[in-house]
């Protein structure tokens, strides 16, 4: 009996054993880790327990669930950008508010940066969980008041130049040696920022073009105020400690002569790298990838310019360094300044540096496609040679992949690749340009907004030249107001777009955006191609009735506003449209009320004009206001107006005095002439 019971328990234990593995193993299976379990675990004897190996834990980002959240929506077309969400009261509705809002939370934000950095003892106590260290205030003044090496040492991580300077000065006076590497360090602190302190709201002195290229602002800004070019000073104070130094060190070369590439003394930096290379010292790669940026800078003839290139790669391979991606994209932007073989010489180096295993960033892309369409802009640019096979061996290279920043010149890819489509009319390029930018983060690379602002139109404005009238409604729609802002120039488009297939029916709703834009108000071309475009066909009366309420809204933007609103001034041309749109839909009162305002504000009637108001009068039988025609048209002096009074006499049934002004006007009429 005992031995029937133990079989029993047994057996019943093997099974549940063997149950218990089976749901070890589903379970596993489930989480994706059966080749874990398997590569881990070793073959085991018949009968003996498997071992359990638990895999390893997947270290997540800190922001992947934010990442995986927001993956799950697309963006909303009717919504305004994301940093105005918080602040119903700040989203804008047009491009100024646009402008104005971003600027003025940018100010608020260096606003508060300054209060928190000036009065730091007001906010030491650090609410964040966890620790936020850019929310906490800056140590912006020196702790160490005494004249030493650790004082220096602290003036140079605040990046206070001048009193860096001084303290050097005042070691050296009182005889206390600087040790080297404090003294390199003043030194990259002097040349980084040209001699200077940096300012808390830098406005640099050159501005970089859409192509990356840096261009010399002129000597006074839009307000008229004198602006001060950063250069490299003769004498100044890197060169003057440089002198002063009685040991150097390759990093004391090298920091000086990245400085006067950067603030333009570009024959100062060959010299002094001549002087390395007979002292025998080695020359890091930064230092070969400034001198490579400022060698197009020391030649004149193109050949010259990439023969010095070239002598650098040779130098810099003598020296056993390796080139990096900052190396090539120099080589592939300063081949831009080397004339035509300068193209050539751009498709080599990008060969080159796919055949070291460096993979090229968006900059590199970018100086290729400089090189090549470099000459298509301009007043004289011509577009009839230019081919945009380059561009689209570019896009083979560069669609379906998301790219990281590891260039400064990295955001100016998209915006010129989307230049150049708009320029060579390539519409299939632009809708692939505009699929590489939704791809990951490729986002990030159009830049400040006006590079933003400067992409979206272009591309809005490619499209309503190419496409028909409803795909432009739609991209009108997907990116209007979430993503851009478009200017008067780009609602002419969509109004030539409208134009162009027939379809002037949608002028009201595009007018309502005109407004909601603030537009009406500011663009008098634009408000007058709309009433131009609804006064120049003949349409069904739902269509004339409805160009006569939008005719009658763009009345309110014309004349005298509120205080402080700015208005459009009358022209002949808009009051004499909105006058034919009125009559067009049969508001024969409202037309007729237009007509005063030409006198008022000193404008002439076209002389079709009159016609038109005319055979209004007369298909009403009204003979008064016909008579009344002919005496606005004597009292302009127009040339019509014995026409007009012979019109009347021969088709309006007329009393004695209508007949006797008549006559008088027409004899009036013929003195003139």
């Given at each position: 009996?005992?031995?029937?019971c133990g079989?029993v328990v047994?057996?019943?234990?093997c ?8 749901l070890?193993?589903?379970f ?6 059966n080749h874990?379990?398997a ?6 004897e018949?009968g ?18 934010l990442?995986a959240?927001a993956?799950t929506?697309n963006?909303?077309?009717t919504a305004?950008?994301?940093?105005f ?8 509705k ?9 600027q003025?939370?940018e ?8 209060v928190?950095?000036t ?12 620790h ?5 205030p ?5 702790q160490?008041?005494?004249v030493s ?6 003036l140079i991580q605040l ?8 303290m ?8 206390t040696?600087?040790s080297?590497e404090m003294t ?11 001699d200077?302190?940096?300012q808390?709201e ?9 192509d ?5 602002l002129p000597?006074?800004?839009r307000?008229?105020r ?5 250069v490299w000073?003769?004498?100044?104070n890197?060169?003057?400690i440089?002198n ?20 333009g003394a570009q024959l100062k ?9 007979n ?7 930064n ?9 197009p800078e020391v030649?004149?003839k193109?050949n ?12 810099m ?7 990096s ?11 831009r ?8 010489q751009?498709l080599?180096?990008l ?7 460096i993979e ?6 970018n100086?290729i496609?400089?090189?090549?369409y470099?000459?298509v802009f ?10 945009s096979?380059?561009?689209?061996k ?5 669609s379906?992949?998301s ?9 100016h ?6 230049k150049?489509?708009?320029s060579?009319k390539d519409?299939g390029l ?5 699929q590489l930018?939704?791809v990951?983060?490729n986002?990030?690379?159009?830049g ?12 809005f404005?490619l ?8 795909t432009v409604?739609?991209?009108y ?11 008067s ?9 409208l134009?162009t297939?027939n379809?002037?029916?949608l ?13 009406s108000?500011?663009a008098?071309d634009?408000?007058e ?18 160009f006569?309420?939008c005719?009658?809204?763009?009345k309110?933007?014309?004349?005298s ?7 459009l001034d ?18 024969t009162k409202?037309?007729?009320?237009m007509?005063p ?10 002389e ?22 002919v005496?606005?048209s004597a009292?302009f002096?127009?040339p ?5 009074a012979?019109?009347?006499q021969q088709?309006c ?13 027409e ?6 002439d």
């Open positions: 009996m005992a031995a029937l079989g047994g057996s019943s234990f099974r549940n054993h063997q149950l218990f593995r089976l070890h193993k589903s596993i299976g489930r989480l994706g880790c874990v379990a590569q881990h675990t070793a073959p085991s018949t003996s327990a498997q071992e359990i190996i638990i895999p390893r834990k997947k270290k997540w980002n800190e922001e992947a669930v990442q959240l993956s929506v963006r909303d077309p305004s950008h994301y940093r969400q918080d602040d119903a009261f700040l989203t804008p047009t491009s100024s508010e646009f402008k104005l809002f971003s003025s939370q100010a608020g934000k260096n606003a508060a940066e300054y928190v950095n009065y730091p003892k007001y906010f030491t106590k650090d609410y964040a969980e966890p936020v260290p850019c929310l906490m800056d140590t912006l003044k020196p160490v008041s005494d090496e650790g004082a220096l040492k602290e990046r206070k130049v001048r009193q860096a300077v001084s050097y000065d005042q070691l050296l006076q009182a005889g040696a600087v080297l390199n360090d003043l030194l990259d602190l002097i040349c980084f920022y040209g200077q302190d940096p808390q830098e406005t640099p002195d050159q501005e970089k073009s859409e990356g290229e840096e261009q010399e000597p006074k800004s307000r008229g004198s602006r001060k070019l950063e000073r003769k004498d100044n890197a060169e003057r440089f002063l130094m009685a040991e150097r060190s390759e990093r004391s070369y090298s920091a000086l002569i990245r400085g006067m590439v950067k603030y930096a060959f010299d002094l790298y001549a002087d390395m290379l002292n025998r010292m080695s020359v890091d790669v230092t070969f990838n400034a001198l490579i940026i400022a060698a030649r004149q193109y010259e310019k990439w023969e010095l290139i070239v002598e650098i790669l040779k130098q391979k003598e020296q056993g360094m390796r080139p991606l900052l190396t090539f994209n120099a080589v592939l932007k300063s081949s300044r080397c004339g035509p073989a300068g193209r050539m751009a080599q180096t060969s080159e540096m796919k055949a070291v295993g090229p960033s968006l900059a590199s892309y100086h496609l400089a090189a090549f470099r000459t301009g007043p004289s640019a011509s577009f009839s040679n230019v081919s096979d380059i561009l689209h570019v896009m083979d290279e560069v379906g992949k790219f990281i920043a590891r260039d400064p010149d990295d955001v890819f998209f915006n010129y690749g989307m150049i489509c708009c060579l519409l632009a809708y692939r340009l505009h930018l939704g990951g983060d986002w990030r690379f159009l400040s907004p006006s590079q933003e602002a400067h992409y979206y139109g272009r591309f404005h499209i309503c030249m190419m496409e028909t009238v409803d409604l739609l991209w729609r997907d990116l209007v107001p979430s993503l851009f802002y478009p200017n120039g780009a609602m002419r488009d969509v109004l030539q777009a134009d297939d379809r002037l029916d002028i009201p709703e595009i007018w309502k955006d005109i407004k909601r834009l603030g537009l108000n500011k008098g634009l408000v191609e709309v009433l131009s475009l609804m006064a120049r066909d003949k349409h069904s009366p739902e269509v004339h009735e409805s006569a309420e005719a009658l809204e763009v309110a933007t014309y004349g506003g509120e205080q402080g609103q700015v208005t009358w022209t002949a041309s808009a009051l004499g449209n909105i006058a034919s749109i009125l009559l067009a839909a049969g508001r409202q037309a007729w009320d007509l305002l030409f006198k008022a504000n000193n404008r002439v009637p076209a079709k004009l009159l016609d038109d108001f005319l055979s209004s009068a007369m298909l009403r039988g009204d003979p008064q206001r016909a008579v009344t025609l005496q606005l009292s002096s127009l019509a107006t014995a026409r007009l012979q019109r009347v088709e049934e007329l009393n004695e005095e209508h007949k006797t002004l008549l006559v008088e006007l004899a009036l009429s013929h003195d003139k």
